[in-house]
């Protein structure tokens, strides 16, 4: 079976996912973490992608982008072969490090894009058990596996992250920006809303 085409068009947004080979572990120390940001972040100038959100777990992680250049199978071959060869020669190791080639969904922006934003970060909490979901919430604010705290304080941004797309859906830069999205991804775990995901499932499209 062929493999499905990518959609690609200058400034389109998509959710990209890749998930370690066998479902095993890509970062092992937090060293690693600081390899993928460094490699990511040269990678997102390479080709002038923007980064809105990421969230990183054990064995996989998520990457909220817009591509202006329409180039997001060039951006994610060079990131993917970049870790991926980083992570073999630290561990001394060979072969794949992914189960796959990446996952991508097209995003319909003016519909889903905040939806799918919300999604990411609070991936790490949605893993959690019911009775820690509120120790889950708290390490969220500050903990740099996903890009949340750069939305709410300017000590915790990274520069390779663009955090004015998603802030100017609630008035741009600023305080109340800032409390009014974290309001917006609140509102996600304590409501339970299904994953946006789900629209995209066969078409590989999420809206219209």
Known sequence: MSRPLRIQYPDAYYHVTCRGNERKTIFRTPEDRKDFFRLLARSVDIFDIRLLAYALMPNHFHLLVCTPKGNLSEFMRHFNISYTGSFNRKYHRSGHLYQGRYKAFLIDENNYLLEVS?????????MKSKNSLQDGWQ??????????????????????????????????????????????????????????????????????
Request: avoid cysteine; aromatic fraction near 12%; charged fraction near 30%.
């Open 139 to 208: 390490d969220l604010m500050t903990n740099d596996s996903t890009s949340f705290p750069g939305y709410l304080q300017q000590k915790h941004r990274k520069p390779f992250v663009y955090y004015k797309t998603l802030l100017d859906y609630f008035g741009g830069e600023g305080l109340k920006a800032s409390h009014d999205y974290r309001k917006f991804v609140a509102e996600g775990l304590e409501k339970d809303i299904p994953s946006p995901l789900e629209k995209g499932k066969g078409s590989g499209i999420i809206g219209e």
């Open 118 to 126: 919300r999604y990411i970060h609070l991936n790490p909490v949605r």
